[in-house]
């Protein structure tokens, strides 16, 4: 079965730098975009960033320019590198990856378990 486990997310002060990982496993036959969301409490979850098969980015306007989403060359784990952090930013992220996997005959979207970010001083 696809599985996605990030990691990488923890307490951090404000200004500093934290960097996501995202792995993904399992039957995957292709994987045609990566996305990380956040959700802080008592707000919905919200995407942040999102990369394409073909290393094609965007962000959210509130982490633009602080955050960068990469993929490794086997396109089978997707980073978020966070710098600059806010408050703000104190979330529990979310890897999504919008795959195909090889046991099913369409795409589907599946979720990591989420790692939490907390920026605080």
């Known amino acids: 079965q696809v599985q996605l486990v990030e990691s990488g997310g923890g307490l951090v002060q404000p200004g500093g730098s934290l960097r996501l990982s995202c792995a993904v496993s399992g039957t995957v036959a292709s994987i045609y975009a990566m996305d990380w969301f956040r959700q802080a409490p008592g707000k919905q979850r919200e995407l942040v960033a999102l990369i394409t098969s073909g290393s094609s980015s965007d962000y959210a306007d509130s982490v633009k320019g602080r955050f960068t989403i990469s993929r490794d060359a086997a396109d089978n784990t997707v980073y978020l590198q966070m710098n600059s952090l806010k408050p703000e930013d104190t979330a529990v992220y979310y890897c999504?990856?919008?795959?195909?996997?090889?046991?099913?005959?369409?795409?589907?979207?599946?979720w990591g378990q989420g790692t939490q970010v907390t920026v605080s001083s």
């Open positions: 999504h990856a919008d795959l195909q996997d090889e046991s099913r005959g369409y795409r589907a979207g599946y």
